[in-house]
C-alpha cells in the first residue's frame, strides 16, 4: 500500500496546493520627470507622479506638449527605480493603458521598460507603440518580466520613454496615463490547470486504494 500512496500524496504536496500571493514587496521608488520643451520651440507641461503601494509602482497624470516651429522634435523619459522582494512563484509585471492624442502632425514613438535584477539574473521587458497620424489612440500591454524561482531581493527600473520627431507648427501631444496607469507590479503566477486536476485525481485515486487497503 505504502509504494502507491506515497507518490501521489509527493504531488499533491508540492504541486496542487494553493501558492501563497501578494508576499511580495515594492520598496524605494524615486521618480525623475523633467520633461522639457520641444526644440524649435513650444511649450510643456507635466504632471505624472508615482503611486505605490506594497506589490505595485505606477505612473499617473498627463503630459502636454506644443510645438511653434516646423520640424520641432522632443526626446524624453520618465524613470522610476527601485528594491523588490518575491517569493518562489512570484513574478514582476509590467502593465499599461493609457490613451494619446495627436492633433497637427508628426511621428510619436512611445516605449515602455521594465529592467528587473533578481536572483543573479537581469531581464528587459519592452514595448513600443508608434504613431504615424494624427488622432485619439488607446494602447494596452501587459506581460510576465521575471519569475522568481526562490525566495529573495532584487532591483528593478521602469521606464517611460516618448519621441516626438519633426512636428509641424501649432501641432499638440497630449499622452493621459489614467489611475489604471503604467504599472509596475508583483503578480502571483497561477499554476497550471492541467497540473493540479491531474493531482487532484492522483489524490482521490489513493484515497481509494487506502479505503480499499484498509
Not at 21 to 47: E, K, Q, R
Not at 116 to 128: A, I, P, Y
Request: hydrophobic share 45%; proline share 4%; charged share 10%.
Amino acid at each position: 500500500m505504502n509504494r502507491l500512496l506515497f507518490p501521489t500524496l509527493a504531488c499533491f504536496a508540492v504541486s496542487c496546493l494553493p501558492s501563497v500571493a501578494n508576499a511580495a514587496i515594492v520598496a524605494g521608488g524615486s521618480i525623475v520627470a523633467n520633461v522639457n520643451a520641444p526644440t524649435g520651440g513650444g511649450s510643456a507641461s507635466n504632471g505624472v507622479r508615482a503611486v505605490a503601494n506594497s506589490a505595485m509602482i505606477k505612473f499617473v497624470g498627463d503630459i502636454n506638449l506644443t510645438s511653434s516651429d516646423d520640424g520641432s522634435s522632443l526626446n524624453n523619459s520618465l524613470v522610476i527605480v527601485g528594491d523588490v522582494t518575491l517569493d518562489p512563484g512570484e513574478a514582476f509585471t509590467l502593465a499599461y493603458d493609457y490613451n494619446v492624442n495627436l492633433a497637427g502632425g508628426g511621428t510619436v514613438s512611445l516605449t515602455t521598460t521594465a529592467i528587473t535584477t533578481f536572483d543573479g539574473v537581469t531581464e528587459t521587458l519592452s514595448n513600443t507603440e508608434m504613431i504615424t497620424d494624427p488622432g485619439l489612440y488607446n494602447f494596452t500591454f501587459s506581460e510576465l518580466a521575471l519569475t522568481a524561482t526562490t525566495a529573495g531581493t532584487g532591483t528593478w527600473e521602469g521606464r517611460f520613454e516618448f519621441d516626438w520627431i519633426n512636428a509641424p507648427a501649432n501641432s499638440s501631444l497630449n499622452i493621459v496615463i489614467p489611475n489604471n496607469s503604467i504599472d509596475f507590479a508583483i503578480t502571483a503566477v497561477p499554476e497550471p490547470t492541467g497540473l493540479a486536476a491531474m493531482c487532484a485525481a492522483s489524490l482521490l485515486m489513493a484515497t481509494r486504494r487506502r479505503r480499499r487497503a484498509i
